[in-house]
């Protein structure tokens, strides 16, 4: 990302398709100990995408962001007690959740960007 925005180059279109789905594996974690599911499928989207924003936003043409996402996001929930799923943990269930979190954000970044910025953001979940 750093790379990207020290080359003052404007994206207008920025796709998040990189995942995992380990299904009939154990547990894992990302090397900042974070569930894998999440961290690769949500937070590593999450971060880029966050980080590539000023590259993203200009008030003179519209920018998009694409989040490839499941339908099994809809067997998503968040325990917010054990959001690493360190209890009970299920592939299926992690994949789900990863996958809410990552149409959320995209919901939320558009909203975030409308509300407080001249530029223009669209953010899809496909």
Known sequence: AAGVLASKVHIDVLVGNAGIFAMSGPRMETQDGFEAHFGSNYLAHFLL????????????????????????HVFGAFDWKDLQIKKGYSALRAYAQSKLAQILFCYE??????????????CFSV
């Open 49 to 72: 995408t966050l980080l590539l924003l000023p590259a993203l936003l200009r008030p003179d043409k519209e920018a998009r962001v694409v989040m490839v996402s499941s339908k099994l």
């Open 109 to 122: 970044l558009q909203q975030q960007v409308a509300a407080g910025s001249a530029c223009r953001l669209r």
